[in-house]
């Protein structure tokens, strides 16, 4: 059996922080499908055509990763797409908190489906989407946070 996960999130925008938990799992499994989230309730800044890009940009090369847009349950995306693992990143023990209900909640719903986290590396501890939009937002750089190959629209 190979070994599939799905890493879902808002990707709004990408960052280095998830380049960094996806290219050090690919390590692990067979394949990774990057599941950008269209959910009408949960309004992302940036459109998901955008993110969906950006990301097709960034491991568009890459055999061993697929980028799916999904909405709903993960655990029914991952039946879905035949994915045995949900991969997420630990930056602090909030988000440990908070990963820690999903990621229960998810085995109860489909018992085949394991939760995998990585730690982040330290230097981008501090990093999330929110902090790129952020920047963005009050007309700063945000260069330094965000893969060198993503085109924020002349904003990077
Ligand atoms: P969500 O809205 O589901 O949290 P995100 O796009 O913010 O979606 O995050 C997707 C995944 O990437 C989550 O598991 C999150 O913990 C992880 N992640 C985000 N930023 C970082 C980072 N700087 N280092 C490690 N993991 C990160």
């Not at 309004?43 to 090369?61: C, I, N, S, T, V």
Request: glycine share 8%; hydrophobic share 40%; charged share 30%.
């Amino acid at each position: 059996m190979k070994n599939i996960a799905v890493f879902p999130g808002s990707f709004d925008p990408v960052t280095r922080g998830h380049e960094s938990i996806i290219r050090r799992a690919l390590l692990l499994f067979d394949k990774i499908i990057i599941a950008v989230g269209d959910n009408p309730e949960k309004r992302a800044y940036f459109p998901f055509e955008k993110r969906m890009h950006w990301l097709d940009q960034l491991f568009g090369k890459e055999k061993k990763i697929e980028v799916r847009k999904y909405s709903g349950l993960t655990v029914d995306f991952c039946k879905a797409v035949n994915a045995n693992f949900i991969l997420r990143g630990l930056r602090t023990s909030a988000d440990f908190e908070f990963e820690r209900t999903i990621g229960q909640v998810n085995k109860v719903l489909d018992n085949r489906i394991e939760t995998i986290f990585l730690l982040t590396v330290p230097e981008y501890t501090a990093l999330s989407s929110s902090v790129v939009r952020e920047i963005i937002i009050n007309g700063g750089d945000p260069g330094k946070f965000v893969p060198d190959c993503i085109d924020l629209g002349g904003k990077k």
